[in-house]
């Protein structure tokens, strides 16, 4: 029977089943993505933000729940500015973060 709308499907993620491959190996050269309290500092101050999406913190967050289609669409809108890097209220070097990630995905190698 045809309601005339639909339910839409459910986002949640099952954190037992995620692929969390690419957020080991960046662990191992990045371990300071540990400390990352999802403050959104970086987010509020992103140039690129605002017209893109574009997000460390989201970046992060996307890496923990296996997200990678999601995150690597997300890096292609980074400047490498390294604006983010100056408000991390934990120190972390989110420019070279980015680009670590981006080596994984074989993105920005004309940027290094
Ligand atoms: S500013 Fe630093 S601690 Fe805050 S969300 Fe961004 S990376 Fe995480
Ligand atoms: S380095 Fe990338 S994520 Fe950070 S502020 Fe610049 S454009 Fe945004």
């Known amino acids: 029977m045809d309601f005339g709308f639909g339910i839409a499907p459910s986002s949640s993620i099952n954190l037992d089943k995620v692929d969390l491959s690419l957020y080991r190996k960046v662990k191992e050269v990045e371990p300071d993505i540990e400390r990352c309290m999802a403050c959104g500092s970086c987010s509020a ?3 690129a933000a605002k017209f893109s999406g ?3 913190r989201k970046v992060i ?3 923990q729940r296996g997200q990678q289609k999601e995150v690597r669409k997300m ?3 980074c400047m490498l500015c390294g604006k983010c ?3 991390c209220p934990r120190g972390i070097n989110t420019r070279h ?3 670590s990630v981006c080596r994984y995905f074989d993105m920005k ?3 290094k």
Request: glycine residues 4%; aromatic residues 0%.
């Open 109 to 111: 190698e004309e940027q």
């Open 97 to 99: 973060l980015i680009l």
């Open 45 to 47: 101050t992103c140039p």
């Open 75 to 77: 890096l292609s809108n």
């Open 85 to 87: 890097n100056m408000v």
């Open 61 to 63: 967050l996307g890496l």
């Open 54 to 56: 574009m997000s460390v």
